[in-house]
C-alpha cells in the first residue's frame, strides 16, 4: 500500500545508534532525493547517566544549525533490545494475525508483553503440499522502555515522529537499479551497537536478523589492557576507534606499531568478536537456506559505520565465502560527504526513500501524527466544538452531579467486584462454546495456535504449521535450542499434547541434530479431537 508523495518535501530522519546518533535533513522528490544538511553526534567519553542530557542539547544545536522547514522526523534504531523472527500462519482473518502472531514468538521472549512494543509485516504466501495457504509474517519487537526513551528524547528536541522503524525494512531502498529482481540479495549493517542481516528479492524482505555484535564489540575488546616490552598499555574508546579506521583488520602479524601500540596485538584482541561475527553470519545463511528453503543470495552488499574499518570487506569475505560489495547511496549532496559519513547515514536515506511504503513502525499510537494539513485543521476545529459542548453540558449539569457523588463513590467501590463477575461469566461462556464446537466437529484456528503454543516448552519453537482438515491432522515443523537433552523436551512435547483438551495423538515424524549450532529441527503429527 502506498501513498502518493507530494512533488517536493522536506523532512528530516534520525538514526540513533548507542553513542552515535545521526541526523539527517533532505528534500525527496519522487524517488530522487537530496541530503540538505546531515549532523553526527559521538557520545563516546560521556557517562551514561549523562548521555541522554548532551544528546537533547547537541541535537538542539544541530536542529538550530539545520533550519528543518517541519518538524517531522522518520527515526531508525538500531538496537541490541531488537528482535526480529519469521513466522508462518494459516490463512486467519486480519483482526486475528497479531493474537496468533503473540502466542507464536512468546516463548521466543524474555520479558512479558506488558513491556515490549510489536509490529509485523506481511512477506509472502505459500501452498503447502496439501494445499493450504501459508501465510509468512516478519515481526519485529523492542522493549517499551527503549522506545519511551525515544519518544522523551524527541519530545524534548520539540519534533513530531512519524513512524520508528529498524534498519533491516528501509534498506532495500538502496540496491541498485541493475540488479536481476528475481534473484535474492543480502545487506549487512555493520552499525554501532549491532549488525542487521536482511534478504530480500523483488525489493521485498524476506527475512531479517539482528546479531549483537557492532563496532562497539571491537572498540571494547581494544580497550583490555595489555603487557608490552614490560609496560601496561590501553587504549581509550576514541583512540581505539581511530586504530579501526587506519590499520583495521591487520592481514599479517607485525611487529610494527601505532603510537607505540603493538599491531600483532591488535587483531589478537579482535579475533574472539570477528569469528563470533562469522558464526552467526553463516548461522544465518544456513538459516535461511535450509530451515526457512529460500534461495541463496547472490552477493551481500555491506553498510553502515563498519564499513570504515579496514580491511573489513576482505576479512568477511574470506570467512564466509560471499562475494561483497559497498552498498552505494543514491544521493544528491550540496557538498562532499566524508566516506563515515556516507556510511552512517545510508539507514536514514533509505528510511526517507521508504516514507509511502507500508513497512513495520514501532511508534506507539498515542504518538503517531496525522500527515495532512487539512485534516489536521477539521481535527482542531472539531475538537474545540465538542470541548465547548461538553462545557456547557458540564455547567447545565453540576448541581446534578454534586447530589449523585456519592452514589458515584459507592459504585467505584464496588466496581472490582462486578468486573470479576463479568471476567468469570465469560469465561464460563468460551469453555461452553469449546464444548460445543468440538462436539459439532469444527475447528477454530486461533484455539489450535494457543493450544500448541502452552504445549511448547520454552526450548522448543514452531516454525511452520500445516493444518489437513479432512484428516484433521496438524503438522508441527519446530526448532529445539539445546545441543542435549533433545529426546527429553520432544518427550515433554508430547506429553503435553496428550494432557491436552484440543489435541491428541502425537506422533514424532523425524528428528534431525545439529550439535555443532546448539540446535535439533523436529517434524511431528497431532491429531485435532
Not at 189 to 214: E, H, M
Request: hydrophobic share 40%; glycine share 4%; aromatic share 8%.
Amino acid at each position: 500500500m502506498k501513498t502518493q508523495l507530494a512533488k517536493k518535501r522536506k523532512i528530516l530522519a534520525l538514526d540513533l545508534d548507542g553513542e552515535l546518533t545521526t541526523l539527517a535533513y533532505a528534500e525527496l522528490e519522487k524517488e530522487k532525493i537530496k541530503l540538505l544538511g546531515i549532523k553526527t553526534i559521538f557520545l563516546l567519553d560521556i557517562e551514561e547517566a549523562e548521555q541522554e542530557k548532551e544528546l537533547i542539547e547537541k541535537l538542539s544545536r544541530s536542529l538550530k544549525e539545520l533550519s528543518p522547514a517541519g518538524r517531522e522526523v522518520l527515526v531508525c534504531l538500531h538496537s541490541g533490545s531488537l528482535y526480529v523472527g519469521r513466522y508462518a500462519l494459516p490463512d486467519l482473518p486480519p483482526k486475528e494475525i497479531p493474537k496468533a502472531l503473540r502466542w507464536q514468538f512468546k516463548e521466543a521472549i524474555s520479558e512479558s508483553e506488558e513491556n515490549i512494543i510489536f509490529d509485523y509485516l506481511f512477506v509472502k504466501e505459500t501452498v503447502d503440499a496439501e494445499g493450504l495457504k501459508q501465510k509468512h509474517y516478519l515481526v519485529c519487537l523492542v522493549s517499551k522502555k527503549e522506545i519511551d526513551y525515544i519518544c522523551r528524547i524527541i519530545e524534548k528536541i520539540n519534533l513530531e515522529p512519524r513512524r520508528i522503524t529498524i534498519p533491516s525494512f528501509p534498506l532495500f531502498k538502496l540496491l541498485p537499479a541493475d540488479i536481476d529482481l528475481q534473484k535474492t540479495y543480502a545487506i549487512l549493517d555493520f552499525s554501532w551497537t549491532v549488525c542487521a542481516f536482511s534478504f530480500y528479492q523483488n525489493k521485498q524482505i524476506l527475512f531479517s536478523r539482528i546479531i549483537p555484535i557492532g563496532v562497539k564489540n571491537l572498540i571494547n575488546a581494544l580497550c583490555i589492557s595489555i603487557v608490552y616490552k614490560g609496560n601496561k598499555l590501553s587504549l581509550n574508546p576514541e583512540k581505539a576507534w581511530q586504530v579501526l579506521k587506519e590499520v583495521g583488520i591487520p592481514e599479517e602479524v607485525s611487529e610494527a606499531e601505532w603510537q607505540g601500540f603493538p599491531l600483532s596485538q591488535i587483531l589478537v584482541l579482535m579475533r574472539p568478536e570477528l569469528e563470533r561475527l562469522s558464526t552467526e553470519l553463516i548461522r544465518s545463511l544456513d538459516y535461511f537456506s535450509l530451515t526457512l528453503k529460500e534461495k541463496n543470495p547472490e552477493k551481500i552488499f555491506l553498510t553502515g559505520i563498519g564499513t570504515s574499518i579496514k580491511g573489513l570487506p576482505k576479512y568477511l569475505m574470506h570467512n564466509i565465502h560471499y562475494p561483497l560489495a559497498e552498498l552505494l547511496s543514491p544521493v544528491e549532496s550540496g557538498s562532499e560527504l566524508s566516506p563515515q559519513e556516507r556510511n552512517t547515514v545510508s539507514c536514514s536515506l533509505g528510511n526517507l526513500l521508504s516514507l509511502p511504503d507500508k513497512t513495520i513502525n514501532l511508534l506507539p499510537l498515542g504518538y503517531r501524527i496525522e500527515r495532512m494539513p487539512v485534516i489536521q485543521k477539521t481535527i482542531r476545529i472539531s475538537s474545540l466544538i465538542i470541548s465547548l459542548s461538553m462545557l456547557g453540558s458540564i455547567i447545565l449539569t453540576l448541581p446534578k452531579s454534586i447530589i449523585q457523588r456519592k452514589e458515584l463513590a459507592l459504585f467505584k467501590k464496588h466496581t472490582p467486584y462486578f468486573e470479576k463477575l463479568k471476567e468469570l461469566n465469560r469465561e464460563l461462556r468460551r469453555r461452553e462454546e469449546i464444548k460445543s464446537i468440538i462436539s459439532q466437529g469444527k475447528i477454530n484456528f486461533s484455539w489450535i495456535i494457543q493450544e500448541i503454543s502452552a504445549v511448547i516448552p520454552p526450548k522448543a519453537i514452531i516454525s511452520q504449521l500445516n493444518l489437513n482438515k479432512s484428516t484433521r491432522t496438524i503438522e508441527l515443523l519446530g526448532i529445539i535450542f539445546s545441543g542435549e537433552f533433545v529426546e527429553n523436551i520432544v518427550a515433554e512435547i508430547m506429553k503435553n499434547i496428550n494432557n491436552s483438551k484440543i489435541l491428541f495423538e502425537p506422533k514424532l515424524e523425524s528428528i534431525k541434530k545439529a550439535p555443532e549450532r546448539g540446535i535439533a529441527e523436529f517434524k511431528m503429527k497431532v491429531k485435532v479431537r
